[in-house]
């Protein structure tokens, strides 16, 4: 879809944006400079709401030829002449928020670091998604490649009960076992080897099982009531029922398999699913099934803080996805690095206002 039509999404003014002469759109820019480098390479899919990537890739060409750094009224500019916003008329949108952990980890097992982080074993087998072979469930997105044809691959509890052990695909060892599992539900991390180095590591594969909240597990369980639950709750009912834990942690049966990425910079976030590296407060996961890579996201929520919710009115850039974030106006809000990101990703559960930057059709 370009600007030029309708669609499933309605155009709004620039001027029905709250709080959008207030933001920073320098800042903003220079999170969609990252995508439009990338553009520049592969112009991004079409998805299913139709917003044009070929479109998308003239207004990246735009923003190249702009400075690296341009002031807060030309960002502004920028984003105005070549972009449209379109709201949807599905309601309201809902948002969450992640991060990249960081952890103390060690090349070797030993009594201490025990529980690995794995890259994908030869046999996963990424499935077409236009052409999946038939002998596998519907959706299934990896599968084991055997002899014979395909196959699910293990599940998590399999793994964790040792079904790829002593294959030599251990790439870090952790020292707590729920710290791992949140790296696979974030889908990276920045490790804290034991020579003093930093690694980080990121998504590579999945074991192709649908993905199941181990906070609704616990639900189901009653042992955390609807509305308690944040990371920061199924932490503390992690370590407080460690006879439990590996049994809650394998009802997820999704597993995340692992790739070493360097540490360029450190004010950036890991290479996502758009393939850029994410900025803190300007990266959104989508669903990618219905958005198109790299475009502009106008939101108008609040987030957590110390003092309560505060409002959050930015523009941010479509730049990864997740298994959990299926929808229209369904975002997932990329805070940074570390622990105090963390805090507020973890605590991060609002409603609010989704609107999509379309862009305008080449002249």
Do not use: C
Not at 19 to 39: K, N, T, V
């Amino acid at each position: 879809m370009s600007a030029g039509e309708v669609g499933p999404l309605a155009p709004v003014g620039f001027d029905a944006l709250a709080g959008w002469a207030d933001d920073d759109h320098a800042s903003a820019f220079r999170a969609f400079r990252l995508s439009a480098e990338r553009i520049a390479e592969q112009p991004p899919k079409t998805r299913a709401l139709g917003v044009d990537g070929e479109a998308l890739a003239t207004a990246a060409h735009a923003a190249l030829a702009l400075p690296h750094e341009p002031d807060a009224a030309a960002a502004r500019a920028f984003f105005e002449m070549h972009f449209v916003p379109h709201e949807g008329v599905a309601g309201e949108g809902f948002f969450t928020g992640y991060y990249e952990p960081e952890a103390e980890a060690a090349r070797t097992a030993d009594d201490r670091f025990k529980t690995p982080l794995l890259r994908p074993p030869e046999e996963l087998f990424e499935v077409d998604e236009v052409a999946p072979p038939l002998e596998l469930p519907g959706g299934m997105r990896f599968a084991r490649r055997t002899a014979t044809g395909f196959e699910p691959f293990f599940d998590r509890g399999a793994i964790m009960a040792g079904a790829l052990d002593g294959r030599g695909l251990e790439i870090a060892f952790l020292a707590d076992p729920v710290d791992a599992y949140f790296i696979h539900v974030q889908g990276a991390a920045r490790l804290r080897m034991q020579d003093g180095s930093l690694l980080r590591v990121t998504y590579a594969a999945k074991s192709g099982h649908d993905y199941r909240s181990i906070g609704r597990e616990l639900i189901d369980r009653g042992a955390l009531q609807r509305g308690s639950v944040t990371m920061q709750s199924i932490r503390a009912w992690l370590a407080e029922h460690q006879d439990e834990a590996a049994g809650v942690m394998a009802s997820n049966p999704s597993y995340i398999f692992f790739r070493e990425a360097p540490v360029n910079d450190p004010a950036l976030g890991p290479i996502a699913a758009a393939k850029v590296p994410l900025t803190p407060g300007r990266s959104l996961a989508v669903d990618r099934t219905l958005h198109t890579f790299h475009v502009p996201i106008w939101i108008e929520t609040s987030v957590p803080a110390a003092e309560g919710a505060v409002p959050f009115r930015r523009l941010l850039v479509a730049q990864d996805t997740g298994s959990a974030i299926l929808g229209p106006a369904r975002g997932d809000i990329f805070f940074g690095s570390g622990d105090a990101a963390g805090e507020t990703a973890g605590r991060m559960q609002a409603k609010g206002r989704f609107v999509t930057l379309v862009p305008r059709s080449p002249r």
